[in-house]
């Protein structure tokens, strides 16, 4: 479907239901992919919506019989055409999205909030930590700054270390940084993996999500996905490349009750079948995911500090 066909069909729209009604059938039509916020056509549809219209998300049903104006509509149509024939993720067309309750600034330079690493940080990493306890907190591969700054919201005695590898991303990770205001709680370093972070810091807890997706899976990814940017998603050996840079490395930062968490998504499987002594602890999620596992700094000597 061509966008002159969308704005032809959009004049004959009228109300907002009308066009909440049409977005949800072209998205079922052209069967989008869901995941970066929402898990299916009707939610997706009306937070582009809703948002465009500077409504909120739980508007009065009776705003869904209001007539748009021809200015409206004209924006309306072009954010649905973008989600639904080029296949761009709600969160990059409203550059916002949502991530432990707190709201960010996100572009195509960053991934988008969507970790089940959320759910841990609103549970302060209980059980496994003792929240009283922590002082210090690194984020590797922050991307957006959405883990570092849920994580200065949850420990706010605490400081944080952000790390990532592009100049870029961090530029986005500072505009989240000034929005949440945690200039002082939270330090951005611009680092690949371990290499700036100040030798002889000790963190209670590290936490990343760092890029895990291999080659053969990112050439099956769908199109929604193939938005965001490669440098967060693609990782060399079977998806494994940063993930073993953090395992190598972890226990020289980590204090002596400390703790790491790391999300793998899909490469799980090729992750415990390459380092099968390690006693790998698989969370599970009351909202859903996984992928994410949790080694103690006591097991991370025992298994890399050889």
């Not at 729209?13 to 049409?22: A, E, Q, S, V």
């Not at 009776?62 to 200015?71: G, P, S, W, Y």
């Not at 991530?99 to 988008?112: A, K, M, N, T, W």
């Amino acid at each position: 479907m061509s966008y002159s066909l969308f704005k032809k069909e959009a004049q004959e729209l009228t109300t907002i239901l009308d066009f909440w009604r049409y977005g949800v059938s072209r998205a079922n039509e052209h069967e989008l992919v869901y995941g970066h916020g929402t898990d299916n056509a009707e939610e997706d549809i009306w937070s582009l919506i809703a948002a465009t219209l500077s409504l909120p998300f739980s508007v009065n049903p009776l705003f869904l019989q209001a007539t748009l104006t021809q200015q409206e509509k004209t924006k309306l149509m072009d954010k649905l055409v973008a989600r639904i024939i080029q296949r761009i993720p709600v969160p990059y067309l409203l550059k916002e999205a949502n991530f432990c309750g707190l709201s960010f600034f996100v572009d195509e330079r960053v991934l988008i909030p969507r970790s089940p690493i959320a759910e841990l940080i609103q549970q302060q990493f209980s059980p496994w930590i003792d929240a009283d306890n922590v002082t210090r907190i690194l984020d590797l591969c922050t991307g957006s700054g959405c883990i570092a700054i849920a994580c200065c919201e949850a420990f706010p005695e605490a400081m944080v270390d952000a790390v990532d590898v592009s100049v870029q991303v961090l530029e986005v990770a500072a505009i989240n940084q000034k929005r949440h205001h945690v200039q002082e709680e939270l330090h951005l370093i611009h680092s690949d993996c371990w290499e700036q972070v100040p030798a002889g810091s000790r963190y209670d807890i590290i936490v990343s999500n760092p890029p895990y997706v291999g080659d053969a899976e990112m050439s099956i990814l769908p199109a929604e996905y193939q938005h965001e940017p490669d440098l967060a998603l693609r990782a060399s050996h079977n998806g494994l490349a940063v993930v073993e840079k953090i395992l190598l490395n972890a226990h020289h930062y980590l204090s002596e009750q400390g703790i790491l968490v790391v999300e793998v998504g899909n490469s799980q499987e090729a992750l415990i079948e390459a380092y099968p002594e390690v006693p790998f602890v698989w969370l599970e999620f009351a909202e859903g995911g996984d992928g994410v596992f949790l080694l103690t700094a006591e097991q991370l000597q025992v298994c890399f500090n050889a």
